[in-house]
């Protein structure tokens, strides 16, 4: 079956923009987890969704916000973008949150000017 | 302190050598994944671990929830081996937290 879709794969952004992510998960699985990934941090959780509610949000700002729609399919927002938003941002899909085997799309790197 | 931490940071092995990655966690959990990342490629889980121990292939992961403690190992490495793994620790209640990750090369 198709794995886990991540669009745009690529996009370049200014600063104060605003970007929308999208993430489309496994058919079947209803929880996805959004991460980000920079070479200075590592990876970080933003947000986990089940079935269509926020389960638990990382320590972002409220410049990051997300949503999961009924298909299951999940959208995250950056807004009034900085130069430090800069990475790749990953979703995961799994059956069941917490203890679901995890499947990740290939990311979309957003870089901001 | 990272609730997680991993060793080593980074690790270099000759062909067929057996490489062991650590990691220790602080919290509770409800899973713990490893993961592996290969250079410009996305990331593969490669275990979920909530007790006990799990093979596939090569490659054992264990876990001791009394000890909160977790082992990559790797039988008869090979180059294609080389990435960086990640261990991911899901708590029981709260936001997922991950490893610095252990850069892995081996050379042939």
């Known amino acids: 079956k198709a794995g886990v879709t991540q669009t745009p794969r690529y996009l370049i952004k200014t600063r104060g923009q605003q970007v929308t992510l999208s993430c489309s998960p496994i058919?079947?699985?209803?929880?996805v987890s959004w991460y980000q990934q920079t070479p200075g941090q590592g990876l970080q959780f933003l947000f986990e969704?089940?079935?269509?509610?926020?389960?638990n949000k990382g320590n972002f700002p409220g410049r990051f916000s997300g949503r999961q729609f009924s298909n299951s399919r999940s959208e995250m927002n950056v807004s009034t973008l900085e130069l430090g938003d800069s990475a790749l941002y990953l979703c995961?899909?799994?059956?069941?949150?917490?203890?679901?085997?995890?499947?990740f799309g290939e990311g979309s790197r957003l870089t901001v000017l | 302190k990272n609730e997680v931490e991993q060793s080593p940071q980074n690790l270099t092995a000759q062909e067929g050598e057996f490489i062991t990655i650590n990691c220790s966690y602080s919290?509770?959990?409800?899973?713990l994944h490893w993961l592996q990342q290969h250079p410009g490629g996305g990331i593969v889980s490669l275990f979920m671990?909530?007790?006990g121990k799990k093979k596939h292939g090569r490659l054992i992961a264990t876990i001791n929830i009394q000890e909160k403690h977790s082992s990559l190992h790797i039988t008869a490495s090979h180059p294609r081996d080389s990435a960086v793994y990640i261990c991911?620790?899901?708590?029981?209640?709260?936001?997922?937290?991950f490893g610095d990750g252990t850069t892995l090369t081996v050379k042939p």
């Open positions: 995961a899909s799994s059956a069941l949150p917490l203890v679901g085997e995890l499947f």
């Open positions: 058919s079947g699985h209803r929880s």
């Open positions: 969704y089940f079935s269509e509610t926020q389960r």
């Open positions: 919290v509770g959990i409800s899973a």
């Open positions: 671990l909530s007790s």
């Open positions: 991911a620790v899901y708590p029981n209640a709260g936001k997922s937290t």
